[in-house]
Protein backbone atom coordinates (compact mmCIF):
# COMPACT_ATOMS: atom_id res chain seq x y z
CA UNK A 1 0.00 0.00 0.00
CA UNK A 2 1.00 3.65 -0.76
CA UNK A 3 1.01 6.33 1.91
CA UNK A 4 1.45 10.18 1.14
CA UNK A 5 4.31 11.44 3.17
CA UNK A 6 3.89 14.38 4.54
CA UNK A 7 7.05 16.16 5.84
CA UNK A 8 7.33 18.99 7.56
CA UNK A 9 11.19 21.44 8.85
CA UNK A 10 10.38 23.24 11.91
CA UNK A 11 11.89 24.09 15.28
CA UNK A 12 11.90 21.57 18.18
CA UNK A 13 9.57 24.28 20.29
CA UNK A 14 6.72 23.69 17.67
CA UNK A 15 6.97 19.81 17.39
CA UNK A 16 4.00 19.15 20.02
CA UNK A 17 1.74 21.53 18.23
CA UNK A 18 2.25 20.24 14.75
CA UNK A 19 2.63 16.38 15.35
CA UNK A 20 -1.31 17.91 16.79
CA UNK A 21 -2.16 19.18 13.63
CA UNK A 22 -1.51 16.02 11.85
CA UNK A 23 -2.88 13.87 13.97
CA UNK A 24 -6.29 16.02 13.66
CA UNK A 25 -5.84 15.91 10.12
CA UNK A 26 -6.21 12.35 9.70
CA UNK A 27 -2.28 11.33 9.62
CA UNK A 28 -1.74 7.26 10.34
CA UNK A 29 1.30 7.58 11.94
CA UNK A 30 3.44 10.90 13.17
CA UNK A 31 7.33 10.67 13.45
CA UNK A 32 9.19 13.09 14.73
CA UNK A 33 13.08 13.62 14.37
CA UNK A 34 15.57 16.43 16.31
CA UNK A 35 18.57 17.74 16.09
CA UNK A 36 21.22 14.88 17.18
CA UNK A 37 24.65 16.63 15.66
CA UNK A 38 27.70 16.39 18.30
CA UNK A 39 27.14 20.08 19.68
CA UNK A 40 23.22 19.06 21.15
CA UNK A 41 23.49 18.17 24.89
CA UNK A 42 22.25 14.99 25.87
CA UNK A 43 22.12 14.29 30.37
CA UNK A 44 22.15 10.68 30.16
CA UNK A 45 21.66 10.30 34.60
CA UNK A 46 19.96 6.69 33.51
CA UNK A 47 21.88 5.41 30.49
CA UNK A 48 19.03 6.59 28.24
CA UNK A 49 18.86 5.22 24.79
CA UNK A 50 18.26 8.04 21.92
CA UNK A 51 15.77 6.60 19.48
CA UNK A 52 17.74 8.50 16.59
CA UNK A 53 21.80 8.58 15.33
CA UNK A 54 23.51 11.20 14.35
CA UNK A 55 21.99 13.62 11.74
CA UNK A 56 22.26 16.68 9.83
CA UNK A 57 19.60 18.60 11.45
CA UNK A 58 20.20 21.90 12.97
CA UNK A 59 20.15 22.88 16.37
CA UNK A 60 16.69 23.66 17.62
CA UNK A 61 15.36 22.49 14.77
CA UNK A 62 12.79 18.97 13.56
CA UNK A 63 11.94 17.22 11.02
CA UNK A 64 7.70 16.01 11.40
CA UNK A 65 6.54 13.16 8.73
CA UNK A 66 3.01 12.49 9.03
CA UNK A 67 1.49 9.58 6.70
CA UNK A 68 -2.06 9.59 5.57
CA UNK A 69 -3.65 7.25 3.23
CA UNK A 70 -2.78 7.56 -1.09
CA UNK A 71 -6.90 7.83 -1.00
CA UNK A 72 -6.43 11.45 0.61
CA UNK A 73 -6.39 14.86 -1.14
CA UNK A 74 -2.55 15.86 0.36
CA UNK A 75 -2.92 18.83 -1.27
CA UNK A 76 -5.92 19.75 1.12
CA UNK A 77 -4.21 18.54 4.14
CA UNK A 78 -0.94 20.66 3.42
CA UNK A 79 -3.28 23.66 3.40
CA UNK A 80 -4.49 22.51 6.30
CA UNK A 81 -1.93 22.35 8.31
CA UNK A 82 0.29 25.36 7.01
CA UNK A 83 -2.66 28.05 7.79
CA UNK A 84 -2.59 25.96 11.57
CA UNK A 85 1.25 26.43 11.23
CA UNK A 86 0.77 30.20 10.56
CA UNK A 87 -1.83 30.73 13.28
CA UNK A 88 0.79 29.24 16.41
CA UNK A 89 2.50 32.37 15.50
CA UNK A 90 0.03 34.54 17.77
CA UNK A 91 0.47 32.34 20.64
CA UNK A 92 4.29 33.53 20.04
CA UNK A 93 4.83 29.92 19.20
CA UNK A 94 8.15 29.88 17.20
CA UNK A 95 7.87 27.86 14.02
CA UNK A 96 11.32 29.32 12.43
CA UNK A 97 9.56 29.60 8.85
CA UNK A 98 8.76 25.92 8.06
CA UNK A 99 9.31 24.59 4.84
CA UNK A 100 7.05 21.74 3.44
CA UNK A 101 7.40 18.07 1.12
CA UNK A 102 5.17 15.72 0.23
CA UNK A 103 6.32 11.87 -1.37
CA UNK A 104 4.46 8.96 -1.99
CA UNK A 105 5.99 6.25 0.22
CA UNK A 106 5.43 1.97 0.48
CA UNK A 107 3.94 0.98 3.70
CA UNK A 108 7.02 -0.90 4.81
CA UNK A 109 9.04 2.39 4.92
CA UNK A 110 7.14 3.37 7.68
CA UNK A 111 4.62 1.33 9.45
CA UNK A 112 7.02 -1.20 11.23
CA UNK A 113 10.08 -0.02 10.27
CA UNK A 114 10.35 2.56 13.11
CA UNK A 115 9.70 -0.31 15.82
CA UNK A 116 13.48 -1.01 15.30
CA UNK A 117 14.45 1.68 16.96
CA UNK A 118 12.60 1.95 19.90
CA UNK A 119 13.77 -0.07 22.58
CA UNK A 120 13.71 -0.43 26.33
CA UNK A 121 14.37 3.16 28.13
CA UNK A 122 14.96 3.54 31.36
CA UNK A 123 13.60 7.12 32.42
CA UNK A 124 14.41 7.14 36.05
CA UNK A 125 15.87 5.37 38.99
CA UNK A 126 12.72 2.92 39.13
CA UNK A 127 10.75 3.38 35.84
CA UNK A 128 11.56 2.06 32.51
CA UNK A 129 9.61 1.99 29.33
CA UNK A 130 9.71 -1.11 27.34
CA UNK A 131 8.07 -1.59 23.98
CA UNK A 132 5.24 -4.36 24.37
CA UNK A 133 7.36 -6.51 21.02
CA UNK A 134 11.02 -6.09 22.90
CA UNK A 135 11.98 -8.92 25.57
CA UNK A 136 13.13 -7.42 28.79
CA UNK A 137 13.97 -8.32 32.46
CA UNK A 138 13.74 -6.22 34.90
CA UNK A 139 15.75 -6.08 37.92
CA UNK A 140 14.68 -6.00 41.67
CA UNK A 141 12.98 -2.87 42.60
CA UNK A 142 12.64 -1.56 38.56
CA UNK A 143 8.59 -0.64 37.34
CA UNK A 144 8.13 -1.50 34.27
CA UNK A 145 5.74 0.24 31.78
CA UNK A 146 4.47 -1.62 29.05
CA UNK A 147 3.81 0.36 25.67
CA UNK A 148 2.57 0.22 22.45
CA UNK A 149 2.35 3.48 21.38
CA UNK A 150 0.73 3.34 18.17
CA UNK A 151 -0.65 6.27 16.71
CA UNK A 152 -1.01 8.71 19.87
CA UNK A 153 2.11 10.69 21.12
CA UNK A 154 3.94 9.60 24.04
CA UNK A 155 6.46 7.31 23.77
CA UNK A 156 8.94 8.37 26.60
CA UNK A 157 11.42 9.13 23.92
CA UNK A 158 11.10 12.93 24.20
CA UNK A 159 12.33 15.26 26.83
CA UNK A 160 9.19 16.18 27.81
CA UNK A 161 7.68 12.59 28.51
CA UNK A 162 11.07 12.05 30.46
CA UNK A 163 10.99 15.18 32.40
CA UNK A 164 7.01 14.69 33.50
CA UNK A 165 7.86 10.81 34.75
CA UNK A 166 10.73 11.55 36.95
CA UNK A 167 9.08 14.97 38.14
CA UNK A 168 6.22 12.29 38.88
CA UNK A 169 8.81 10.00 40.88
CA UNK A 170 9.75 12.85 43.49
CA UNK A 171 5.85 13.86 44.13
CA UNK A 172 3.79 10.56 44.24
CA UNK A 173 3.90 9.50 48.05
CA UNK A 174 1.02 6.38 47.67
CA UNK A 175 -2.12 6.27 47.57
CA UNK A 176 -2.88 9.44 45.60
CA UNK A 177 -6.06 10.07 43.12
CA UNK A 178 -4.07 11.69 40.09
CA UNK A 179 -5.85 13.46 36.95
CA UNK A 180 -3.51 13.25 33.39
CA UNK A 181 -4.61 16.00 31.08
CA UNK A 182 -3.53 14.86 27.84
CA UNK A 183 -2.63 11.51 28.15
CA UNK A 184 -1.85 10.87 24.40
CA UNK A 185 -0.24 7.12 25.45
CA UNK A 186 -1.76 7.00 28.53
CA UNK A 187 2.16 6.69 29.72
CA UNK A 188 1.67 9.12 32.55
CA UNK A 189 -1.21 7.65 34.49
CA UNK A 190 0.54 4.60 33.52
CA UNK A 191 3.14 5.67 35.53
CA UNK A 192 2.01 7.49 38.25
CA UNK A 193 0.30 4.14 39.21
CA UNK A 194 3.50 1.81 39.06
CA UNK A 195 5.02 4.48 41.47
CA UNK A 196 2.17 4.25 43.79
CA UNK A 197 -0.78 6.15 43.04
CA UNK A 198 -4.34 4.71 43.98
CA UNK A 199 -6.25 5.97 40.56
CA UNK A 200 -5.81 7.53 37.61
CA UNK A 201 -8.49 9.66 35.37
CA UNK A 202 -6.53 9.63 32.11
CA UNK A 203 -8.13 12.49 29.50
CA UNK A 204 -7.52 13.24 25.76
CA UNK A 205 -9.75 15.22 23.32
CA UNK A 206 -8.31 12.97 20.88
CA UNK A 207 -10.34 9.75 20.46
CA UNK A 208 -7.14 8.26 19.06
CA UNK A 209 -5.31 8.65 21.96
CA UNK A 210 -8.32 7.75 23.81
CA UNK A 211 -7.87 4.19 22.22
CA UNK A 212 -4.17 3.80 22.32
CA UNK A 213 -4.50 4.86 26.32
CA UNK A 214 -7.19 2.27 27.39
CA UNK A 215 -5.29 -0.36 25.13
CA UNK A 216 -1.97 0.39 26.96
CA UNK A 217 -3.49 0.50 30.37
CA UNK A 218 -5.20 -3.33 29.84
CA UNK A 219 -1.46 -4.04 28.91
CA UNK A 220 -0.21 -3.08 32.11
CA UNK A 221 -3.21 -5.08 33.92
CA UNK A 222 -4.17 -1.52 35.22
CA UNK A 223 -8.15 -1.53 33.63
CA UNK A 224 -9.36 -1.27 37.44
CA UNK A 225 -7.02 1.38 38.71
CA UNK A 226 -7.13 4.27 35.43
CA UNK A 227 -10.67 5.39 33.94
CA UNK A 228 -9.98 6.62 30.00
CA UNK A 229 -12.07 9.68 29.10
CA UNK A 230 -12.71 11.43 25.86
CA UNK A 231 -12.25 15.22 27.39
CA UNK A 232 -11.35 18.84 26.42
CA UNK A 233 -9.13 19.29 29.04
CA UNK A 234 -11.02 19.20 32.43
CA UNK A 235 -15.05 19.77 30.69
CA UNK A 236 -15.59 15.94 31.99
CA UNK A 237 -15.64 17.46 35.26
CA UNK A 238 -17.96 19.99 35.31
CA UNK A 239 -21.38 19.63 35.47
CA UNK A 240 -22.57 19.55 32.20
CA UNK A 241 -19.67 16.31 31.61
CA UNK A 242 -21.49 14.51 34.47
CA UNK A 243 -18.48 14.91 36.55
CA UNK A 244 -20.05 13.95 39.88
CA UNK A 245 -20.72 10.62 38.47
CA UNK A 246 -18.31 8.02 39.57
CA UNK A 247 -17.67 7.18 36.08
CA UNK A 248 -14.36 9.43 36.10
CA UNK A 249 -12.82 6.68 38.56
CA UNK A 250 -10.97 8.90 40.96
CA UNK A 251 -12.72 11.08 43.82
CA UNK A 252 -12.52 14.74 43.86
CA UNK A 253 -10.68 17.40 44.35
CA UNK A 254 -7.61 15.00 43.79
CA UNK A 255 -4.01 15.04 45.26
CA UNK A 256 -2.28 15.39 41.86
CA UNK A 257 -3.02 16.91 38.42
CA UNK A 258 -0.42 16.15 35.44
CA UNK A 259 -0.62 18.01 32.27
CA UNK A 260 2.15 17.59 29.17
CA UNK A 261 1.06 19.73 26.80
CA UNK A 262 1.86 22.95 25.52
CA UNK A 263 2.49 26.32 27.26
CA UNK A 264 -0.35 27.51 25.91
CA UNK A 265 -2.83 25.34 26.76
CA UNK A 266 -1.81 24.95 30.35
CA UNK A 267 -2.34 28.53 30.30
CA UNK A 268 -5.85 27.98 29.42
CA UNK A 269 -7.07 26.12 32.70
CA UNK A 270 -5.39 26.95 35.62
CA UNK A 271 -8.37 27.77 37.60
CA UNK A 272 -9.78 24.53 36.46
CA UNK A 273 -6.64 23.15 37.99
CA UNK A 274 -7.30 24.73 41.19
CA UNK A 275 -10.67 23.82 41.66
CA UNK A 276 -9.78 20.18 40.92
CA UNK A 277 -6.96 20.09 43.31
CA UNK A 278 -7.51 19.50 47.24
CA UNK A 279 -5.30 21.70 49.51
CA UNK A 280 -1.80 20.79 49.19
CA UNK A 281 -2.12 19.22 46.26
CA UNK A 282 0.30 19.09 43.59
CA UNK A 283 -0.35 19.97 39.74
CA UNK A 284 2.50 19.08 37.64
CA UNK A 285 2.43 21.06 34.32
CA UNK A 286 5.23 20.03 31.54
CA UNK A 287 5.86 20.39 28.20
CA UNK A 288 6.85 23.88 28.52
CA UNK A 289 9.49 25.52 25.91
CA UNK A 290 12.38 27.24 27.80
CA UNK A 291 10.73 30.74 26.17
CA UNK A 292 7.58 29.88 28.00
CA UNK A 293 8.75 29.82 31.35
CA UNK A 294 7.73 33.10 32.52
CA UNK A 295 4.38 33.37 31.30
CA UNK A 296 3.31 30.09 32.46
CA UNK A 297 4.81 31.11 36.19
CA UNK A 298 3.13 34.05 36.18
CA UNK A 299 -0.36 32.35 35.23
CA UNK A 300 -0.10 29.59 37.86
CA UNK A 301 0.83 32.06 40.43
CA UNK A 302 -2.36 34.49 39.27
CA UNK A 303 -4.25 31.24 39.53
CA UNK A 304 -3.55 31.01 43.73
CA UNK A 305 -0.51 28.02 42.88
CA UNK A 306 2.72 28.30 44.25
CA UNK A 307 5.70 27.27 42.80
CA UNK A 308 7.38 24.51 45.01
CA UNK A 309 9.65 23.18 42.14
CA UNK A 310 11.04 23.23 38.75
CA UNK A 311 12.34 20.35 36.50
CA UNK A 312 14.60 20.62 33.60
CA UNK A 313 15.76 19.02 30.65
CA UNK A 314 17.30 20.16 27.52
CA UNK A 315 14.96 23.36 26.43
CA UNK A 316 12.22 22.01 28.24
CA UNK A 317 11.06 22.31 31.63
CA UNK A 318 8.45 21.29 33.82
CA UNK A 319 6.44 23.30 37.54
CA UNK A 320 5.39 21.46 40.37
CA UNK A 321 3.15 24.11 41.50
CA UNK A 322 0.94 23.65 45.11
CA UNK A 323 -2.63 24.72 45.98
CA UNK A 324 -2.22 26.48 49.29
CA UNK A 325 -5.34 27.56 51.40
Not at 77 to 91: A, G, H, I
Not at 195 to 217: C, F, H, I, M, T
Not at 253 to 258: F, G, N
Amino acid sequence: MLWHELTIHTTEEAVEAISNFLHEAGAGGVSIEESGNLNKKRERPYGEWFDQPLNDIPEGRAEIKGYFSDDVNIEAVLEEVKSRTVELETFDIDTGSPTYETRLVDEEEWATAWKAYYKPLKVSDTLTIKPVWEEYEASEGERIIELDPGMAFGTGTHPTTALCLRALESIVKGGEDVIDVGTGSGILSIGAIKLGAKRALALDLDPVAVKSAQENVALNGLSGEITVKESDLLSVLRPEGHGASSDIGVELPVQIVVANILAEIILLFTNDVYEALRPGGLYLASGIYKDKEDAVREGLIAAGLTIRDVHREEEWLAFVAEKVV
